[in-house]
């Protein structure tokens, strides 16, 4: 048999925490009937509420406290709230309403409490009135990717919850997030043509940033290699290395790289030996342009390198003679212009391009 309760807390004009658990109420015949007082007790009660501190939620549902830590003062926020709950077994209690500060789990909940008792009045025939229908979006469901491919439709009884800006996916997001996700799922997309479609002029596929695989041991020109890439990108258009797919476009992982470190932990490894790599090749200004991370989206880890186009021209240092390279990106791959004659012409031609066009 259903039941149902009022249940939570509050502060009192004296900002004392106030517990509530109301009496069950019940009724065999008609669990409607026995919802509605259950309603009414809930909506009673708030309106007191609301009397008594003016309407004022803070005051009745938030309380700032404070902790000293250490020598610190931390300040924190306690959250209270009243909650409308159904049980079959006074073990389990399911949730239909709620007044307070409600996040994105406490919608979850009371759509999928709302949905299931509804689902018990029309599995034993119960009368009822005032039923709605909604959409709403599950965030749990969305994010752990158990959900169908649009949010669910579904009958339920009355609530005070609104449900009418919750259909649409990711509504729980901020604007801030929602751009954020944005770029992830642009990010993800492009990831997957480039993959797909292979190397060209903006993407370059490297399987180490330090293993040799003819000498199985680190080397200098393993990373004179990719930094020529860096270079050409830098100098021309911009583009993406992916480090740890091989020329077939294969994710092969970074685990050959990751056997060249010692007790160190192979990320933070990865990461040092990429920035020493810039160091080595390149002056300080090269970094406003490189953005690098790993990306654990797939089986194996590999480390996704985003240049920009230099605002300037860029030079490679060969530590084998000091020299400074000029590196541009073709099709296919990275070339080096020899002729200083023929660098000045590219530069000038290409950067004075790229001005009249953000012009």
Request: proline share 2%; glycine share 4%.
């Amino acid at each position: 048999m259903i039941k149902y309760r009022v249940k939570g807390n509050f502060l009192s004009d004296n900002n004392k925490v106030q517990n509530i658990n109301s009496d069950f109420f019940e009724k065999h015949n008609n669990p409607f009937k026995a919802r509605n007082k259950a309603v009414q007790y809930f909506r009673n009660f708030i309106e007191l509420l609301l009397i008594d501190f003016k309407a004022d939620f803070d005051k009745i549902f938030q309380q700032k406290n404070s902790i000293e830590i250490d020598g610190n003062i931390l300040e924190y926020v306690s959250k209270y709230g009243l909650s409308l709950e159904y049980t079959f077994d006074e073990v389990q209690f399911h949730l239909i309403d709620f007044c307070g500060e409600i996040d994105a789990d406490t919608y979850d909940n009371i759509a999928i409490g709302l949905e299931s008792e509804l689902e018990y009045y029309n599995k034993h025939s119960f009368e009822y009135k005032n039923s709605q229908k909604i959409t709403y979006c599950n965030q749990g469901e969305w994010i752990e990717g158990f959900t169908e491919d649009e949010p669910n439709t579904f009958e339920i009884l009355e609530t005070t919850t609104k449900f009418e800006d919750k259909s649409k996916p990711y509504w729980w997001l901020s604007l801030d997030e929602k751009k954020n996700l944005l770029k992830s799922i642009i990010q993800d997309a492009q990831i997957e043509k480039s993959l797909i479609v292979g190397e060209n002029s903006f993407t370059e596929y490297k399987p180490a940033l330090l293993y040799n695989f003819k000498t199985k041991k680190a080397s200098i020109g393993v990373k004179n290699v990719i930094a020529k890439v860096i270079c050409s990108f830098l100098n021309s258009n911009g583009g993406k290395l992916y480090i740890g797919i091989n020329d077939n476009g294969e994710i092969q992982g970074l685990d050959y790289d990751f056997s060249l470190k010692n007790k160190e932990d192979e990320f933070d490894f990865f990461r040092i030996e990429f920035d020493n790599m810039l160091f080595q090749f390149f002056d300080k200004s090269v970094y406003h342009f490189i953005k690098a991370d790993f990306n654990f989206d797939y089986e194996k880890p590999f480390f996704l390198v985003s240049v920009k186009p230099s605002d300037n021209p860029v030079f490679l240092v060969n530590h084998k003679d000091g020299q400074k390279e000029f590196y541009i990106r073709t099709t296919t791959s990275s070339i080096k212009i020899n002729d200083l004659q023929e660098v000045v012409k590219y530069c000038i031609s290409h950067w004075n391009n790229r001005n009249s066009d953000s012009a």
